[in-house]
Antibody, heavy 117, light 106 residues
Framework: QVQLQESGPGLVKSSETLSLTCSVS??????????WAWIRRAPGKGLEWIGS???????YYNPSLQGRVTITKDTSKNQFSLKLGSATAADTAAYFC?????????WGHGTLVTVYS | DIQMTQSPSTLSASVGERITITCRAS??????LAWYQEKPGKAPKLLIS???TLVSGVPSRFSGRGSGTEFSLTITSLQPDDYATYYC????????FGQGTKVEIK
C-alpha cells in the first residue's frame, strides 16, 4: 500500500519560495501506472491542482501557477518536491501530495503552509 | 483548459433523504470523472472513478452517472456519516476540480 508524507516549513515569508517534499513508501515514483502530484486547498476554498508528473511523460502545471511552480523528483530517494516562488498570502493552504492512475487513490495527510508578511 | 462547474455549492438535507450533486464539464471528458468526499481535518477520499465505478468499500448508497459533459453523484439515503464536502474531478486533460458541495444537516 502506497503511503505519502509531506514535509517542509509551515511558515513562509511573503515573496520567498515555498518548498515541500513528499516521501513515498510502499511504491515507486518510477511506476509507469501512476501520476504523482501536488494539490492544495486554501482556507474556505476548494481543491486546486498544482501540477503532476508521470514517469513516462513531462511534468504539467496548472496554468494559473505557471512560471512560479516547479515539481522535481529524486528517484534515488523516492521523493518528489514542490517549489512555489514569490509566495503571497493567497498561497496559504493545506498542501497534499497525491498519486493515482488519473483518479487520486492515495493522499498524504497534508501539511498547512502559512505565508506571512 | 477544462473547467468543472459543480452545483449546488451547499445542500441542506435530513438523514434518510436522497440527494444529487451535479458536475458539468466545459468540454467533453468522456467518463474520466471522479468523486471525492472530504471531512474537516482529513484528506479527501475517493468514492467513484470513471464516472460510475464505486471504489471498494464505499457504501452502495453512493452512485455516479454521466458521460461527456454532464455528471451526477447521488446518495440514496443520507446517513450521519455522509455530512461532508464533495468534489468532482476531471482527469481527461490534466486535472481540474469542481468548486465543491457542502452537505449540511437540515
Amino acid at each position: 500500500q502506497v503511503q505519502l508524507q509531506e514535509s517542509g516549513p509551515g511558515l513562509v515569508k511573503s515573496s520567498e519560495t515555498l518548498s515541500l517534499t513528499c516521501s513515498v513508501s510502499g511504491g515507486s515514483i518510477r511506476s509507469s501506472s501512476s501520476y504523482w502530484a501536488w494539490i492544495r486547498r486554501a482556507p474556505g476554498k476548494g481543491l486546486e491542482w498544482i501540477g503532476s508528473f508521470h514517469n513516462t511523460a513531462n511534468t504539467y502545471y496548472n496554468p494559473s501557477l505557471q512560471g512560479r511552480v516547479t515539481i522535481t523528483k529524486d528517484t534515488s530517494k523516492n521523493q518528489f518536491s514542490l517549489k512555489l516562488g514569490s509566495a503571497t498570502a493567497a498561497d496559504t493552504a493545506a498542501y497534499f501530495c497525491v498519486t493515482g492512475p488519473g483518479e487520486i487513490d492515495v493522499w498524504g495527510h497534508g501539511t498547512l503552509v502559512t505565508v506571512y508578511s | 483548459d477544462i473547467q468543472m462547474t459543480q452545483s449546488p455549492s451547499t445542500l441542506s438535507a435530513s438523514v434518510g433523504e436522497r440527494i444529487t450533486i451535479t458536475c458539468r464539464a466545459s468540454q467533453s471528458i468522456g467518463r474520466w470523472l471522479a468523486w471525492y468526499q472530504e471531512k474537516p481535518g482529513k484528506a479527501p477520499k475517493l468514492l467513484i472513478s470513471k464516472a460510475s465505478t464505486l471504489v471498494s468499500g464505499v457504501p452502495s448508497r453512493f452512485s455516479g452517472r454521466g458521460s461527456g459533459t454532464e455528471f451526477s453523484l447521488t446518495i440514496t439515503s443520507l446517513q450521519p456519516d455522509d455530512y461532508a464536502t464533495y468534489y468532482c474531478q476531471q482527469y481527461s486533460s490534466y486535472w481540474t476540480f469542481g468548486q465543491g458541495t457542502k452537505v449540511e444537516i437540515k
